[in-house]
Every structure is written in structure tokens, then in C-alpha cells.
Nanobody
Framework: VQLQASGGGLVQAGGSLRLSCAAS????????MGWFRQAPGKEREFVAR????????YYSDSVKGRFTISRDNAKNAVYLEMNSLKPEDTAVYYC?????????????????WGQGTEVTVSS
């Protein structure tokens, strides 16, 4: 499956952004989807995950209550609504697809990756 992330940009602290990830090539609903981020000089870290149907969502502690992951299987898309953004949210954000059904947070557990979209939060 091919993934294309978009929606990043520059925003002030406390602001909001909505990231989108468009999928193509395979049956989108067969994949759980995740969002990861990587800040300069840091390892890629898990942000959120949504199950194949969208019924189950998971978040890292650092974004819980501020970010919301959702998906639209009819549109082959997954979204990340980010509110109350903080400077420490600054990173390149990646969407990823996982064929498996077990909750996973390690990047190597995901099968396909998008190219990333950059989010910068100014203080």
C-alpha cells in the first residue's frame, strides 16, 4: 500500500492542525493504521493507532487527550486531529500501515510508511 501524508505546517502553541494520510494500492480496511513522529536528533516515536474498523484507538501518553486519530475506509484515509499543540510536538509526522491486528507501538512492526509531513509549533 502506498501512503501519502499531508497537512503539516507552522502553528503557534495552543493551536490546531489536522493531518491526513491517503492510501492506495491495496485494500485499506485490511490494515490498522498508525501515526508516528520524529523530532530532530531523536528516534521515531509512536503517536497513535487505529484498528482496521476504526472501533479501537490508542495513544501515547504525551498526546492523549489532545490528539484524535480517525479513519474513513470509504475514502482510504486516516487522520490525526491535533489540538492544544505544544513546541515539543514539533516533528516530522509519518503515517504507517500494519497488516496485523495486535496493538503495536514499535516502528519496525509496521509494514508500509508514508513520506512524512512536517509540523512546527512555535512558542
Amino acid at each position: 500500500v502506498q501512503l501519502q501524508a499531508s497537512g503539516g505546517g507552522l502553528v503557534q502553541a495552543g493551536g490546531s492542525l489536522r493531518l491526513s494520510c491517503a492510501a492506495s494500492g491495496r485494500t485499506f480496511s485490511n490494515y490498522a493504521m498508525g501515526w508516528f513522529r520524529q523530532a530532530p536528533g531523536k528516534e521515531r516515536e509512536f503517536v497513535a493507532r487505529i484498528s482496521r474498523s476504526g472501533a479501537n484507538t490508542y495513544y501515547s501518553d504525551s498526546v492523549k487527550g489532545r490528539f484524535t486519530i480517525s479513519r474513513d475506509n470509504a475514502k482510504n484515509a486516516v487522520y490525526l486531529e491535533m489540538n492544544s499543540l505544544k513546541p515539543e510536538d514539533t516533528a516530522v509526522y509519518y503515517c504507517a500501515a500494519d497488516w496485523g491486528t495486535i496493538y503495536k507501538t514499535t516502528p519496525t512492526s509496521y509494514d508500509y510508511w508514508g513520506q512524512g509531513t512536517e509540523v512546527t509549533v512555535s512558542s
